[in-house]
């Protein structure tokens, strides 16, 4: 009895997971910023009506303000998805002085203008700006230009540190005199990614975290209103009705959704004043509407961002890109978890907006366009420039240029002679006795063509 052997059809190329394709990343990021966007849009109108209808009579001023930086954005994000790596490497520099520039111009009387005692704005013509978000993309594109022009010296803590660290520690201190100890803790993050991605040995981490604490400390013994708030993280019970009214009534608001949230639109905390409940607070109107679905969906819709950014970082074969990709996803996803952070009351209240959901014009602005920026690094890791060789017609309906990576250049080892190996050694012609021309030697080909 013989046995007949049975061909075993196997699946056509499917050994790969959908998280090993050369485009998952630039997926990734697409889906994440475009849903977060969407259900931000959609927050700020359901968390600002009460507001807005009490102060400009009209249910939709604030959401009309934030459709407008949202059709602002886009344009945005297509530029920093269209422009190559090359050409953010050369804004390094001219973002970084420009920042410095409007950093310092905030804070002079007259030109910058202060809102609920903060002198954070500059006024553009019919628009506002925050000088501060401009600073934390510039401080990303400047610390990678530098880091990957000192990465022969970066075995030296002297290299590694200066004058990177007191930079940022500049930009850091301008930001903490509007005041704004939030958005300073945004540009330790950019250092820290920045830091963490070169291979920083563990004795800088520290040594440089301990520096942020005694600090922050410090700052927080200085300003009352900060040490108010650190004294409610302390004891939660204290001062309900002043300083702990915002943190006790958001924490209320979150956890009284549920698991599928009271409703779109339905929610009982704008109703009852919850401050700044379409920019700081806005997690927890989506807590108390979406309930703990809803929490979830935004938690996954950042956590894929990270892993998209990270992946970014580490499959780009620029080490400038591979810098700016995790600078930027600790400065995005990190000011997500500070946020979340003291809206759950895991974490000290800090101010800081929720990335691309809270209503802010400038913040939305520049993060939507480093997200694009980072889509462009995506494109450019080498197999998915490979598969994007070949554009189809969305491509050619963005006018979105294929990415060319540029070729590395081959090393050729020198021998002791002198002469390249791999290179044919060129005879110099020999001179005849009593002429002043060179003999005609055969060369390889001569003889070649003899033979």
Known sequence: MTATATARTEPADDSSSLLDRPLTSLHLILVSTGLLLGLGLVMVLSASMVKSYQETGSAYSVFTGQAVWVALAVPAFWLGVRLPPRVYRRLAYPALLLSLVLLAAVLVPGVGIAVNGAQRWLDIGPLQMQPAELAKLALALWGADLLVRKQRLLGRARHLLMPLVPVAALMAALVVLEPDLGTSLCFAMVLFGLLWTVGAPGRIFGGLLGLAAVAAAALAL???????????????????????????????????????GVGLGQGRAKWLNLPEAHTDYIFAVIGEELGLIGSLVVLLLYAALAYAGLRVARRSADPFGRLVAAAVTVWVVGQAVLNIGYVSGMLPVTGVPLPLISAGGTSLLVTVFALGMLTSFARYEPDAAAQLAQRGRMAKLLRMPAPRVPRERRRRRVDRSGDRAGRRVTVPPAKTAGSGRPSRQPGPRREARHR
């Open 222 to 260: 200085v300003e009352p209103y900060r040490l108010a708030r650190v004294a409610h993280f302390l004891d939660p019970t204290a001062d309900p009705t002043g300083t702990g009214f915002q943190p006790l009534l958001g924490l209320s608001s979150l956890s009284s959704g549920g698991l599928f």
